[in-house]
């Protein structure tokens, strides 16, 4: 396998594909090639060596953590169409990017954790073409309920739902989501506007709803025995 060079000046930072995954090589030199799912994330790399397009086609899952990324990424005519795309504090990840990599329309799994630079307008742009998504993960980001409108209004596939430590979202966003009747999990939190009453009736209003992860609760909170009460046909967890 073939370790992506560092940029020079790039310091003592560890920018490298994991030995153990092949990267694609100009044509004529071989035949390596990435799997189709890789094993493990992309941990730390620079990325910029390696144009998007070249890629291979049938490359259909990938995870980054902490990794660069060149400004214009995620597209290309013979580039992977990805089923599923998970990424950690990628922090040029752009609302370009996130339009790329959606209108492939191939998309099941998406995670988007401490990309700040997605906005309201980038989710509404890429929604229309996430009409597929079954997966979607927000964590960390800089949104509104402007993008929780956005989600309710095209992701009708949706059946499983992580949206946490985002604290500008409020009851009006949260209460739109009640049009996501295949959701079967939820993973939300307090540290934002939610009220407690506004979760059960989100709740209550998702005919599929089976699990539900709510972080923030107090375990001496009067309101989880509501809450249990209320939503008694589905797994209730609180983590500490």
Partial sequence: ???VPVPSGSGSRSSFLPPSLPVPVPSG???????????????????HPIPYPTLPPSLTSLELRCCEI??????GPAAPRLHRLKL????????SHLLNVSSHRNLKTL???GTYRVTDKGIERAAPYLESLEHLELHHCTL??????SIARHMNQLRILRVTSIPNLTDSGLASLATLERIEKLHLDLYNEF?????????Q???????????????EDEALGGIKAGLSYCSFTAPP
């Avoid at 060149?70 to 597209?75: L, M």
């Avoid at 509104?144 to 409108?149: I, N, R």
């Avoid at 009220?195 to 709740?203: G, M, P, R, Y």
């Avoid at 209003?205 to 375990?219: A, E, I, K």
């Fill in 1 to 3: 396998s073939l370790p």
């Fill in 29 to 47: 030199s071989g035949s390596s090639f990435l799997p189709p799912s890789l094993p493990v994330p992309v941990l730390s790399a620079d990325l």
């Fill in 70 to 75: 060149p400004s214009i990424w995620f597209n």
């Fill in 88 to 95: 950690y504090n990628i922090p040029a990840f752009t609302d």
């Fill in 111 to 113: 995670s988007l954790s």
């Fill in 144 to 149: 509104s309920d402007s993008a929780l409108h």
């Fill in 195 to 203: 009220s407690l009453c506004a979760v059960v009736t989100l709740c």
């Fill in 205 to 219: 209003g998702l005919p599929r709803l089976s699990s539900l992860t709510l972080d923030g609760v107090q375990p």
